[in-house]
């Protein structure tokens, strides 16, 4: 009496170019709530939006929670 065992290997990765893209979303993400000092509607606004600092006062607590410095 012989007995057959079946064994599956299931391989998943994890394509790379989904790895670069949450990167860089992570990295965008990073520059809003903790970097941004007006730069990113200073490209559609100009100067004004230093004064302004509409992201800036946005994500103000969280990047207070966060630990980064702003004032
Ligand atoms: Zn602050």
Redesign the pocket.
């Known amino acids: 009496m012989s007995q057959s065992k079946e064994i599956i290997i299931s391989k998943s990765s994890i394509p790379i170019f989904a790895i670069v893209l949450l990167a860089m979303i992570f990295v965008a993400g990073l520059f809003v709530v903790g970097f941004d000092q007006g730069h990113i509607f200073s490209l559609v606004i100009g100067e004004e939006a230093f004064a302004d600092l509409y992201i800036h006062e946005l994500t ?1 607590d969280m ?2 929670a966060a630990g980064f410095p ?2």
Do not use: A, K, M, S
Request: hydrophobic share 0%; proline share 0%; charged share 20%.
């Open positions: 103000h990047r207070h702003c004032h």
